[in-house]
């Protein structure tokens, strides 16, 4: 019989993966030797002798941030629409294309004669559109701050990608360590069940007890299925951001520390107001929105039109020569309906204004407040990983060797064990998502302030 794929047991022998290993009869050896086993086992730091060397953390996570940095295609999409904003800035301001002109006048229709009537002419004209003085600017000045604020958008993209390759690392990491908890523990477990199973040769331990340490074990072999399945997921998500190929492989890496934060909440409120990329889009919105106003209030002013035509006239029949012509001409727009037009162009651009000056004022106190929060979580998680690394974790391993050591004596059941080593197991899966959960929302408050607060290895770097 097979639980699960794991270790089932048989008196005096073991299975494993369809492949049988055989043991040295335990019965032969008596409990204290099957105990010692145990505790040989549960001192091996990782049971992973065969797992691959571990990359360094900060390497392997700033070659993932700048590769994403450098192929992610939705921003190299929005890098292409900035590029075109900024293409778009001059030609705002330059002045409209003149108008050559070709014609005939005052030909006679009779027989359509060049030379026949005195006022008949060939004629070559040119006329240029000239806004009011000041409008032009003012046009390349609107361009030029939807130009900043796509590139503030660039900026904000980038920041995002950026939290967005941490976290997925970061929670690939928390899988991985998972993983291999639950794998340690798995084996402990089978160890647990070779000592259960000894004392139930010699008739000093239930069957039950063989069947817990079994339900776990498969409990645990089901875990291993959905962590392996979530690890493919998450790599997938971290090559679909640096556009390689899901099946992608990501290197395993060693623990990184744990982020080290240099500034206040008053401080990193400064730092956002001057360097978050969302907040200047809304900054640099309303410096547009104000260019916007004076042009719409410049537009009520007339617009300007000159031209200059050249009239030529052919001999005459008799061979009469007559002169050519002069023409120039000066027109001036008349806003007639500026109530209907400007005056409503100047009040929409105040509104666009005042919408905007609301909004930076509402996005800077949402900035604050998601300070403030993420800072308060990252205190409370700091004090509890403090709390399982000085407390939980070293007193649940001496609770654990401490039932060890009395179940190899008789002086408790299995069952206390086996819930022990459970419980430990908990309590290091926690830590680690605590401690997964702390790097990630330390990444987020990157992401809100708009700056990279600590270096590659976790460290406040004081920049």
Same mark, same amino acid.
């Given at each position: 019989?097979?639980?699960?794929?794991?270790?089932?047991?048989?008196?005096?022998?073991?299975?494993?993966?369809?492949?049988?290993?055989?043991?040295?009869?335990?019965?032969?050896?008596?409990?204290?030797?099957?105990?010692?086993?145990?505790?040989?086992?549960?001192?091996?730091?990782?049971?992973?002798?065969?797992?691959?060397?571990?990359?360094?953390?900060?390497?392997?996570?700033?070659?993932?941030?700048?590769?994403?940095?450098?192929?992610?295609?939705?921003?190299?999409?929005?890098?292409?629409?900035?590029?075109?904003?900024?293409?778009?800035?001059?030609?705002?301001?330059?002045?409209?294309?003149?108008?050559?002109?070709?014609?005939?006048?005052?030909?006679?229709?009779?027989?359509?004669?060049?030379?026949?009537?005195?006022?008949?002419?060939?004629?070559?004209?040119?006329?240029?559109?000239?806004?009011?003085?000041?409008?032009?600017?003012?046009?390349?000045?609107?361009?030029?701050?939807?130009?900043?604020?796509?590139?503030?958008?660039?900026?904000?993209?980038?920041?995002?990608?950026?939290?967005?390759?941490?976290?997925?690392?970061?929670?690939?990491?928390?899988?991985?360590?998972?993983?291999?908890?639950?794998?340690?523990?798995?084996?402990?477990?089978?160890?647990?069940?070779?000592?259960?199973?000894?004392?139930?040769?010699?008739?000093?331990?239930?069957?039950?007890?063989?069947?817990?340490?079994?339900?776990?074990?498969?409990?645990?072999?089901?875990?291993?299925?959905?962590?392996?399945?979530?690890?493919?997921?998450?790599?997938?998500?971290?090559?679909?951001?640096?556009?390689?190929?899901?099946?992608?492989?990501?290197?395993?890496?060693?623990?990184?520390?744990?982020?080290?934060?240099?500034?206040? /909440?008053?401080?990193? !409120? +400064?730092? %956002?107001?001057?360097?978050?990329?969302? &907040?200047?889009?809304?900054?640099?919105? #309303?410096? =547009?929105?104000?260019?916007?106003?004076?042009?719409?209030?410049?537009?009520?002013?007339?617009?300007?039109?000159?031209?200059?035509?050249?009239?030529?006239?052919?001999?005459?029949?008799?061979?009469?020569?007559?002169?050519?012509?002069?023409?120039?001409?000066?027109?001036?727009?008349?806003?007639?309906?500026?109530?209907?037009?400007?005056?409503?162009?100047?009040?929409?651009?105040?509104?666009?204004?005042?919408?905007?000056?609301?909004?930076?004022?509402?996005?800077?106190?949402?900035?604050?407040?998601?300070?403030?929060?993420?800072?308060?979580?990252?205190?409370?998680?700091?004090?509890?990983?403090?709390?399982?690394?000085?407390?939980?974790?070293?007193?649940?391993?001496?609770?654990?060797?401490?039932?060890?050591?009395?179940? /190899?004596?008789?002086? !408790? +059941?299995? %069952?206390?064990?086996?819930?022990?080593? &459970?419980?430990?197991?908990?309590?290091? #899966?926690? =830590?680690?998502?605590?401690?997964?959960?702390?790097?990630?929302?330390?990444?987020?408050?990157?992401?809100?302030?708009?700056?990279?607060?600590?270096?590659?290895?976790?460290?406040?770097?004081?920049?």
């Amino acid at each position: 019989m097979r639980v699960g794929g794991g270790l089932l047991p048989r008196r005096g022998r073991w299975f494993h993966g369809g492949e049988m290993t055989v043991f040295r009869d335990l019965r032969a050896f008596g409990i204290p030797a099957a105990a010692m086993l145990l505790f040989l086992a549960a001192a091996a730091p990782a049971l992973g002798a065969g797992e691959p060397p571990a990359f360094d953390n900060a390497d392997v996570l700033q070659g993932l941030v700048r590769e994403a940095l450098e192929r992610n295609p939705d921003l190299k999409s929005l890098e292409y629409m900035a590029e075109a904003k900024e293409k778009r800035i001059l030609p705002a301001g330059a002045l409209p294309d003149p108008m050559l002109s070709l014609s005939y006048s005052n030909v006679p229709v009779d027989d359509f004669s060049v030379n026949k009537a005195d006022m008949t002419s060939r004629d070559i004209g040119f006329t240029q559109a000239l806004p009011f003085p000041g409008k032009l600017p003012l046009k390349e000045e609107v361009a030029r701050l939807d130009a900043v604020q796509a590139s503030d958008r660039v900026a904000s993209l980038r920041n995002l990608i950026r939290f967005r390759v941490r976290k997925a690392f970061f929670s690939l990491q928390e899988n991985r360590e998972v993983t291999r908890l639950t794998e340690k523990n798995k084996a402990l477990l089978g160890v647990l069940l070779q000592v259960a199973n000894s004392r139930y040769a010699v008739g000093k331990t239930p069957q039950q007890d063989l069947f817990k340490a079994q339900v776990e074990i498969s409990r645990m072999e089901k875990m291993l299925i959905a962590l392996r399945k979530q690890e493919v997921a998450l790599a997938a998500d971290l090559n679909t951001l640096r556009d390689r190929p899901v099946d992608t492989p990501i290197p395993a890496v060693s623990a990184p520390g744990q982020p080290v934060l240099a500034y206040g /909440e008053e401080h990193l !409120v +400064e730092i %956002a107001q001057a360097e978050n990329p969302d &907040l200047k889009r809304e900054e640099d919105g #309303i410096a =547009r929105n104000e260019a916007a106003l004076r042009l719409a209030r410049r537009q009520i002013l007339p617009d300007f039109q000159i031209g200059a035509a050249y009239k030529r006239r052919e001999p005459t029949d008799a061979g009469m020569s007559r002169p050519d012509f002069f023409s120039a001409s000066v027109g001036i727009s008349i806003p007639l309906w500026h109530g209907r037009k400007q005056d409503q162009e100047v009040q929409a651009a105040e509104r666009d204004l005042s919408a905007g000056r609301s909004g930076y004022s509402g996005a800077v106190n949402a900035v604050r407040n998601r300070i403030r929060d993420i800072t308060a979580d990252l205190s409370a998680m700091r004090e509890t990983l403090s709390l399982y690394d000085t407390g939980l974790l070293p007193q649940a391993r001496e609770s654990v060797s401490a039932s060890r050591s009395a179940y /190899e004596v008789g002086q !408790v +059941e299995f %069952a206390s064990v086996l819930m022990g080593q &459970l419980s430990l197991y908990q309590q290091e #899966i926690e =830590r680690e998502k605590t401690a997964q959960a702390f790097r990630i929302r330390a990444s987020e408050l990157e992401l809100v302030v708009g700056k990279e607060l600590f270096d590659a290895k976790g460290n406040g770097d004081g920049r």
